[in-house]
């Protein structure tokens, strides 16, 4: 095979065609994953490249990896990585591959930190672009067409005529008068910049003389009637079970200088790679911290009722389930990290006694499940005293995330 000639079209081809055979559900793109991380390329230069040659190193590396994904093993092992949300986070075997049910997760905490918790400019966030989110790239299309029409339609408005608009219709019309209200919102604002800088100038005696001390007694004035603004806090939010650390890595990345999270996971392999996802991202120990403990465990006392979120993607899936799960799952992930017990809650529950000792007042408890026990979940949370329980959906509609407010925090004697 290394003496033969090998480009990235043959390459590419072959490699579908041989996992097809073996019953991969979607070849080409396994394929095309496999020689992005053999050859360092993008899958969009895959294409541009194709009759490029690999050389014997690329084709040794493509060879391994073709042999494990024909056994089962996922991509992402083989890979070394994959997306999540607006971050790359390092995967490895031992440690639970993150899945798009868990951006949703991500997204849910995003939104009560931002409305309960994060100051409207430390809320401000540009778009993110999530891979399951096509509407967000139609939606950017469309402002982009938006935009281009409105320029358009200003140039026309400037040059055409009277006669030209009779001519062409109601459609200039309208353009016209849209360039129209343009013009004279920008002579309101230039209006409303002359007085503001007529009005700071300095008060003048007889002979022409700034006023000393006029402006100093105005601003003290209006210095004391206007209230302070308020500090905007920073968030601080609990994970349990962090895996590969993506959740808390996406929140502090996503609200960076406002976020800040303590990760605990039992399985040493978790931390050290979360740990390296960390230093990837640029991230410091202070924004978001890794601990190896059994759930809460090494969390100091002095900080027990601070935090605002306590979040967990944990072990969920019921005994009975396990058997029947698909083979790159069962055999090749952790069932530390996917086995909940024989209704998948038992993680839960203990995090669930957790969580009124873990957060403030009106802080947020929000935890991934299984989609046969959101219902016994939510109910569970009504038990404890929880306050606005709700059930969310994930993609596919299934009933994923429970989410509930702590409203009476407790205190261990």
């Given at each position: 095979?290394?003496?033969?000639?090998?480009?990235?079209?043959?390459?590419?081809?072959?490699?579908?065609?041989?996992?097809?055979?073996?019953?991969?559900?979607?070849?080409?793109?396994?394929?095309?994953?496999?020689?992005?991380?053999?050859?360092?390329?993008?899958?969009?230069?895959?294409?541009?490249?194709?009759?490029?040659?690999?050389?014997?190193?690329?084709?040794?590396?493509?060879?391994?990896?073709?042999?494990?994904?024909?056994?089962?093993?996922?991509?992402?092992?083989?890979?070394?990585?994959?997306?999540?949300?607006?971050?790359?986070?390092?995967?490895?075997?031992?440690?639970?591959?993150p899945r798009p049910e868990t951006e949703m997760l991500v997204e849910e905490v995003l939104n009560y930190l931002d409305a309960e918790v994060l100051s409207p400019e430390a809320a401000a966030r540009q778009?993110?672009?999530?891979?399951?989110?096509?509407?967000?790239?139609?939606?950017?299309?469309?402002?982009?067409?938006?935009?281009?029409?409105?320029?358009?339609?200003?140039?026309?408005?400037?040059?055409?005529?009277?006669?030209?608009?009779?001519?062409?219709?109601?459609?200039?019309?309208?353009?016209?008068?849209?360039?129209?209200?343009?013009?004279?919102?920008?002579?309101?604002?230039?209006?409303?910049?002359?007085?503001?800088?007529?009005?700071?100038?300095?008060?003048?005696?007889?002979?022409?003389?700034?006023?000393?001390?006029?402006?100093?007694?105005?601003?003290?004035?209006?210095?004391?009637?206007?209230?302070?603004?308020?500090?905007?806090?920073?968030?601080?939010?609990?994970?349990?079970?962090?895996?590969?650390?993506?959740?808390?890595?996406?929140?502090?990345?996503?609200?960076?200088?406002?976020?800040?999270?303590?990760?605990?996971?039992?399985?040493?392999?978790?931390?050290?790679?979360?740990?390296?996802?960390?230093?990837?991202?640029?991230?410091?120990?202070?924004?978001?911290?890794?601990?190896?403990?059994?759930?809460?465990?090494?969390?100091?006392?002095?900080?027990?009722?601070?935090?605002?979120?306590?979040?967990?993607?944990?072990?969920?899936?019921?005994?009975?389930?396990?058997?029947?799960?698909?083979?790159?799952?069962?055999?090749?992930?952790?069932?530390?990290?996917?086995?909940?017990?024989?209704?998948?809650?038992d993680i839960f529950r203990r995090l669930l006694n957790a969580a009124p000792y873990m957060l403030r007042a009106g802080g947020l408890f929000a935890c991934e499940l299984y989609e046969g026990a959101l219902?016994?979940?939510?109910?569970?949370?009504?038990?404890?005293?929880?306050?606005?329980?709700?059930?969310?959906?994930?993609?596919?509609?299934?009933?994923?995330?429970?989410?509930?407010?702590?409203?009476?925090?407790?205190?261990?004697?």
């Amino acid at each position: 095979m290394a003496n033969e000639i090998w480009t990235i079209k043959r390459c590419l081809e072959w490699t579908k065609e041989y996992l097809a055979e073996r019953g991969e559900e979607h070849p080409r793109l396994s394929a095309e994953w496999l020689l992005c991380a053999a050859t360092g390329l993008a899958r969009i230069d895959l294409y541009m490249r194709m009759d490029e040659t690999l050389n014997a190193a690329q084709l040794e590396t493509m060879h391994a990896a073709v042999v494990r994904r024909a056994k089962g093993e996922p991509l992402q092992y083989i890979t070394g990585s994959t997306q999540f949300r607006m971050i790359d986070v390092a995967c490895a075997p031992g440690v639970l591959i993150p899945r798009p049910e868990t951006e949703m997760l991500v997204e849910e905490v995003l939104n009560y930190l931002d409305a309960e918790v994060l100051s409207p400019e430390a809320a401000a966030r540009q778009r993110v672009e999530l891979p399951w989110n096509d509407e967000v790239e139609q939606a950017r299309k469309a402002e982009a067409a938006l935009a281009d029409e409105r320029a358009t339609a200003e140039r026309r408005a400037a040059n055409l005529t009277a006669a030209d608009e009779a001519a062409l219709g109601s459609d200039v019309l309208g353009s016209r008068a849209y360039a129209e209200e343009l013009a004279d919102r920008e002579a309101e604002e230039a209006a409303a910049q002359a007085a503001e800088a007529e009005a700071a100038e300095p008060e003048l005696d007889e002979y022409g003389i700034a006023i000393e001390g006029a402006d100093q007694e105005t601003v003290s004035a209006q210095d004391a009637a206007a209230p302070a603004p308020a500090e905007p806090r920073t968030a601080r939010v609990l994970e349990v079970g962090c895996g590969t650390g993506c959740i808390s890595l996406s929140l502090a990345w996503e609200r960076r200088g406002h976020v800040t999270c303590t990760a605990t996971d039992i399985e040493s392999r978790a931390i050290d790679l979360a740990t390296k996802n960390r230093d990837t991202l640029g991230l410091t120990a202070d924004e978001v911290a890794f601990s190896l403990t059994n759930l809460v465990s090494s969390i100091p006392r002095e900080e027990w009722g601070t935090f605002d979120v306590l979040v967990s993607n944990p072990p969920y899936i019921p005994t009975d389930v396990m058997r029947s799960l698909p083979h790159e799952v069962k055999d090749f992930e952790p069932d530390l990290a996917l086995e909940g017990g024989a209704d998948g809650l038992d993680i839960f529950r203990r995090l669930l006694n957790a969580a009124p000792y873990m957060l403030r007042a009106g802080g947020l408890f929000a935890c991934e499940l299984y989609e046969g026990a959101l219902d016994a979940a939510a109910e569970l949370c009504r038990q404890a005293g929880l306050s606005d329980v709700r059930i969310v959906h994930d993609l596919t509609d299934r009933p994923r995330i429970v989410r509930a407010i702590v409203t009476e925090p407790k205190q261990r004697q």
